[in-house]
C-alpha cells in the first residue's frame, strides 16, 4: 500500500485541484476554498485510523479530538467565561482523543470494513452532518466539507489498490482490500458501517438546491473553462 506521506501528498493535489477549479470559477470564496483543501487532506488518512498504533492514527485522533472540543466550544461557548470555555475544550478534547482511539481501536482491524467505499461515505456524511447540526454552517458550507472529506477517503482507497498492482513485480496480496463494498465473511461490520452510513446520512441538510446546482450545465462549463489559461499563459507566454 502507499506510504502516508504519498497518501497526503496526492491528497493535497487532488484537493488543491477540485477546491481551486471551485474557487477560481466562482462559486467559493478563499475561506470555503481552504476548508475544502483541509477536508481533502483530512479524508486522505482517515482510512489509516484503522491501523493500530501508527503515528497517523495519533495525528488524525489529535486533530479531530482539536476539531470537535473547538466546535463544541464555538457551538455553546458564548455563555461562558474565556477560563470555562477553555476548560470546557480541554475536556471534550481529551474526551474524545481518548474514547475514539480506544472505540477504533477495538473494533477494526487494518483493511478490514473501514478501508471500504461504504466508511468513506460514512465519514462524509458524518462530517456534513456534524457541521451543520452542531456547527451550524450553512447547508451548501456543511456539504461542500463534507465532500472533499468523502473525496479525499476515496483518493486513499484508490491509491492503495493502485500500488498493489502488478508494475514491478507480481501483484501484491492485498489487491482488492481497500476499494470494496463489503468483507466477504464479515456480515456484521458490513452490515454496521451501512448502518452508519445511512443513519449519519439523515443528519445531512436538505441538498435540492445542491442537486440543481450539479445539474446545471453552465456550472460544468465554468469549472471545466477554469482549468485552461485564456489567451497567454501567465500572460506572457503562448498565445
Not at 475514539?100 to 460514512?122: D, M, N, Q, Y
Not at 476515496?154 to 500500488?163: G, K, R, S
Request: glycine share 12%; with cysteine; aromatic share 14%.
Amino acid at each position: 500500500m502507499a506510504d502516508a506521506k504519498t497518501h497526503v501528498t496526492v491528497a493535497a493535489l487532488v484537493g488543491g485541484a477540485a477546491s481551486l477549479a471551485l474557487h477560481l470559477s466562482g462559486f467559493l470564496p478563499p475561506a470555503e476554498t481552504l476548508w475544502a483543501l483541509l477536508a481533502c487532506l483530512a479524508g486522505g488518512v482517515m482510512p489509516d485510523l484503522d491501523a493500530d498504533n501508527s503515528v497517523v492514527l495519533r495525528e488524525v485522533f489529535t486533530l479531530i479530538a482539536i476539531t470537535v472540543a473547538f466546535t463544541v466550544v464555538f457551538a455553546v461557548g458564548s455563555r461562558f467565561s474565556v477560563l470555562e470555555a477553555m476548560l470546557l475544550w480541554l475536556v471534550v478534547n481529551q474526551l474524545t482523543r481518548l474514547l475514539l482511539f480506544r472505540l477504533v481501536e477495538k473494533l477494526t482491524t487494518h483493511r478490514g470494513i473501514w478501508h471500504s467505499v461504504p466508511a468513506a461515505l460514512f465519514s462524509g456524511f458524518l462530517t456534513t452532518g456534524l457541521l451543520y447540526r452542531v456547527a451550524k454552517q450553512p447547508d451548501e458550507v456543511a456539504w461542500l466539507v463534507g465532500f472533499f472529506v468523502f473525496l479525499g477517503f476515496l483518493v486513499h482507497l484508490l491509491l492503495d489498490e493502485v500500488w498493489a498492482l502488478p508494475f514491478f513485480g507480481p501483484a501484491k496480496g492485498s489487491l482488492g482490500s481497500a476499494l470494496k463494498l463489503y468483507v466477504g465473511g464479515d456480515l456484521l461490520a458490513t452490515g454496521g458501517i451501512y448502518l452508519l452510513a445511512g443513519g449519519t446520512f439523515f443528519l445531512t441538510p436538505e441538498f435540492a438546491s445542491l442537486w440543481k446546482l450539479l445539474g446545471s450545465a453552465s456550472f460544468w462549463s465554468r469549472l471545466g473553462g477554469a482549468f485552461w489559461p485564456h489567451g497567454a499563459w501567465f500572460g506572457l507566454f503562448g498565445g
